[in-house]
């Protein structure tokens, strides 16, 4: 099955710091998509990439959908408290969603 | 509008027993799924449906049934609850098939004692 590689596992830093992470696969993915999640919600769409090399902002964050369609990043930049929680990559096609296990990320005032 | 909405948001059920988690969506959306969410885990898809009438099996769907026979609900079905089907179940759902933009409930937490 299409499997999702997703790092760090988990990140601490300070705040006022930019955030790195990503995702890879074995497979190709004709969406990436990037969500958040909040203890005991569903997760929060942030971005979602339609075309290989696409690179897309929204607010601090910005990631980019891979030119080989088989990774993706996000970055965080400034760091805030509210940015805890935990962040998932998922792949999509044909109606099948696939999603990496999360990097959890803490912020330090 | 609710948005995505699921209930019970807690359950609790014996090894063998069924029950029915409730899915429903107020915007109109062609698009719903199904994912479970274990410890330490990404989401993984067990259902889901293009539309009324429409489903088909995601990553996981042993031992889960579905139907939609509206394009509002999405029930999920368990017939025979297991102790490996405990978990947090989120349902969600997309403007369109083929688009993997989804809305996510809050989900519900079982437990198969």
């Known amino acids: 099955g299409q499997q999702l590689n997703q790092s760090p596992q988990s990140m601490f830093i300070q705040e006022g710091e930019d955030v790195s992470m990503n995702c890879t696969s074995s497979?190709?993915?004709?969406?990436w998509l990037w969500y958040k999640q909040d203890p005991g919600e569903g997760p929060v769409l942030l971005i979602a990439?339609?075309?290989?090399?696409e690179l897309t902002s929204n607010g601090r964050l910005t990631a980019q959908f891979g030119i080989t369609r088989k990774d993706s990043f996000l970055n965080i930049s400034a760091s805030i408290p509210s940015d805890v929680g935990i962040y998932f990559c998922?792949?999509?096609?044909?109606?099948?969603?696939?999603f990496g296990a999360g990097t959890r990320l803490t912020v330090k005032p | 509008n609710a948005g995505v909405t699921q209930t019970p948001k807690f359950q609790v059920l014996k090894t063998g027993q069924s029950m029915t988690l409730q899915c429903a969506q107020d915007?109109?959306?062609?698009?719903m799924s199904w994912y479970r969410q274990d410890p330490g885990m990404g989401l993984r898809l067990i259902h889901y449906?293009?539309?009324?009438?429409?489903?088909d099996q995601g990553e996981v769907p042993n031992g889960y049934n579905v139907s939609r026979s509206t394009t509002e609900d999405f029930p999920l079905r368990l017939l025979s609850a297991a102790p490996s089907q405990t978990s947090v179940y989120f349902c969600?759902?997309?403007?369109?098939?083929?688009?993997?933009?989804?809305?996510f409930g809050p989900g519900t937490r079982l437990t198969v004692t």
């Open positions: 449906s293009v539309g009324a009438g429409i489903t």
């Open positions: 497979s190709i993915f004709n969406t």
């Open positions: 998922a792949g999509f096609n044909n109606n099948d969603m696939r």
């Open positions: 990439l339609y075309k290989a090399g």
């Open positions: 969600a759902s997309s403007y369109s098939a083929g688009v993997g933009e989804q809305y």
């Open positions: 915007m109109n959306h062609e698009y």
